[in-house]
């Protein structure tokens, strides 16, 4: 099973420029959620969507979009990217009748220079 | 809104020894999921053990258990026999569960480094 896929594992970006990170998942849940962690540090929630076509912000929103335009994925864009968004990014899943466990990707390593 | 509270940044064990690892937490929900989960140096994160708000009872698997203190909002994480594989970095985690505002909105601590010494 190929779970939570992210791509791309690692990016290099130049202040201004925008990006697109990618998130699928194949064990049809209907929870997914976009964090970042920054070295050393917890993760915090960008955003998260309950269902295709719902999401809403997290603890941390302010230079990101997300759309959900289908139950599998559940991409981040970068607009006008900051060094403040260098981080590592976590896409992750889960499933409302279960047991609330977050399934996570490996993670996107982002530098913005 | 819900906080998780992780107060203990870095803490170490010598092998085979106990440690405890605490969490608080802040929310008005009575029905929600808690969470211990670790990230070990590969970044992957596992999930170590779960509660459900409205279970009595402790979780426990294996060598982790955790103390679920409903009233206090605290929600411990006690490894026994610790082993060098443990070393990692444990976060603490909320869920709201249910339907409504906040439903499925997954809330993590700053996390606790922990070390494992031979």
């Known amino acids: 099973n190929a779970g939570v896929t992210q791509t791309p594992k690692f990016r290099i970006l130049k202040i201004g420029q925008s990006m697109t990170l990618q998130c699928a998942q194949d064990?049809?849940?209907?929870?997914m959620y976009w964090y970042r962690q920054d070295p050393g540090m917890g993760l915090k929630l960008i955003y998260y969507s309950v269902g295709a076509g719902i999401t809403d912000k997290g603890e941390v929103p302010n230079g990101y979009n997300v759309s959900r335009s289908t139950t599998e994925d559940f991409p981040l864009r970068l607009e006008l990217a900051a060094p403040s968004q260098t981080s590592v990014y976590f896409c992750?899943?889960?499933?409302?009748?279960?047991?609330?466990?977050?399934?996570f990707g490996e993670g996107s390593r982002l530098t913005v220079l | 809104a819900q906080t998780v509270t992780q107060s203990q940044p870095e803490m170490s064990v010598q092998e085979a020894e106990t440690v405890t690892l605490s969490c608080t937490y802040d929310t008005s929900e009575n029905n929600y999921y808690l969470f211990w989960y670790k990230q070990p140096p590969s970044r992957q994160m596992i999930l170590v053990i779960r509660?459900?708000?409205?279970?009595?009872q402790n979780a426990t698997e294996n060598r982790f258990s955790v103390n679920f203190q409903k009233a206090a909002k605290s929600f411990s994480l006690k490894i026994s026999d610790s082993q060098l594989g443990d070393t990692a970095m444990y976060f603490c985690?909320?869920?709201?569960?249910?339907?409504?505002?906040?439903?499925?909105?997954?809330?993590f601590g700053d996390g606790t480094t922990l070390t494992v010494k031979p």
């Open positions: 509660q459900e708000a409205y279970k009595q």
């Open positions: 064990m049809n849940h209907n929870y």
């Open positions: 985690a909320f869920m709201k569960h249910g339907a409504g505002t906040n439903a499925g909105k997954s809330t």
């Open positions: 992750a899943s889960s499933y409302s009748r279960g047991t609330g466990e977050l399934f």
